[in-house]
C-alpha cells in the first residue's frame, strides 16, 4: 500500500485533503467462479481519502464508500448510494474532522457492465442478490482490507463508522482498527429503492428500521 498523491479538495461540504493510494492483491477476490478469476494473479486496485481536519486527537468519523457511478455521478435512485454519500459528507462537515475512504468497488464488486445486466435482471423481477447470483456472482464481492491499511498509514486506529453493513464493521475490527461506535447510514427510503434496501436487510444482514417503513 502506497500514497500516490496528496492535494487540497475544497467542496461545498468544507475543505477536504484529496488523498489518493494503490495497493497491490495477490489473491483476487473469490467472485466469481472462473479461470479469469484464478488465484496467484496480482491485481492493483485504487482508493481515494477525503480527510477534513484534526483526526488523530479523537475517534474521527469514518465513512468507507464504494464507487457507484450510476448512483454517486448520475444521481440514480435504484439505490440510495448517493444520499448515502452526501450524508457522509455532510456529517464530517458538521463535525469538522473525518475521513471518507471512496474504494473501485463498482456494483458490490462485480464490475459497471455487470451491474448494468445485473440492472437488467431486476427490471424483469430479480432483486438485487438473485441478480448477482444469476450472473454467477456472490451477492456482495467487495473485502475491506484497504480501508484498514489505509486507516493505519494514516495514523488512525480508532473510528466511528456511518455504515448499515455489519461486515465493515468486522472487517476493520480484523485489521486492528477499533470502531468505537457505529454511526446509522440510513437516509429517507424512496419507493425506487426500498425493495433494495429490504433485499440488503433480509438476505445480506444490514441493520435497517425499514420494519417501520
Request: proline share 3%; hydrophobic share 40%.
Amino acid at each position: 500500500m502506497k500514497k500516490i498523491a496528496e492535494a487540497n479538495f475544497p467542496t461545498r461540504w468544507g475543505a477536504f485533503r484529496i488523498l489518493g493510494f494503490e495497493g497491490r492483491l495477490l489473491a483476487p477476490r473469490p467472485c466469481k467462479d472462473d479461470a479469469a478469476n484464478g488465484s496467484g494473479i496480482e491485481e492493483v486496485e485504487g482508493l481515494v481519502a477525503l480527510v477534513m481536519g484534526d483526526i488523530h486527537s479523537a475517534p474521527p468519523v469514518v465513512r468507507i464508500h464504494s464507487q457507484c457511478l450510476t448512483g454517486d455521478v448520475f444521481g440514480s435512485l435504484r439505490c440510495d448510494c448517493r444520499l448515502q454519500l452526501e450524508l457522509a459528507l455532510k456529517r464530517i462537515g458538521e463535525e469538522g474532522a473525518g475521513i471518507l475512504l471512496y474504494e473501485q468497488q463498482e456494483g458490490r464488486g462485480i464490475g459497471l457492465m455487470a451491474k448494468l445486466r445485473a440492472y437488467e435482471l431486476q427490471d424483469q423481477g430479480r432483486d438485487t442478490v438473485e441478480a448477482n447470483v444469476e450472473l454467477g456472482f456472490a451477492a456482495d464481492c467487495r473485502e475491506y482490507e484497504m480501508p484498514g491499511e489505509v486507516l493505519k498509514l494514516l495514523g488512525v486506529s480508532k473510528v466511528r463508522l456511518i455504515t448499515n453493513n455489519p461486515e465493515k464493521v468486522a472487517a476493520l475490527e480484523s485489521a486492528g482498527i477499533t470502531v468505537v461506535e457505529r454511526l446509522s447510514a440510513e437516509v429517507k427510503v424512496q419507493e425506487s429503492f426500498e425493495r433494495y434496501l429490504r433485499t440488503k436487510q433480509e438476505k445480506m444482514g444490514h441493520i435497517s428500521d425499514l420494519a417501520e417503513y
